[in-house]
């Protein structure tokens, strides 16, 4: 193999780990968000109580 095809090689392979990060952030990001909303309804019905 030459230096171009390592290079390409190591390329591809940081930009699929950064696609798998992006990824999860994006889902731990929406669990977030339904947690947070369902916090946010737990306290309004304690306060209208």
Known sequence: MNVTQ???????????????????????ETKLDGLTSAIMHLSDAKASK
């Open 6 to 28: 390592e290079i390409v090689k190591y390329v591809l392979e940081q930009a699929s780990g950064v696609v798998i990060a992006l990824m999860l952030i994006w889902r731990i």
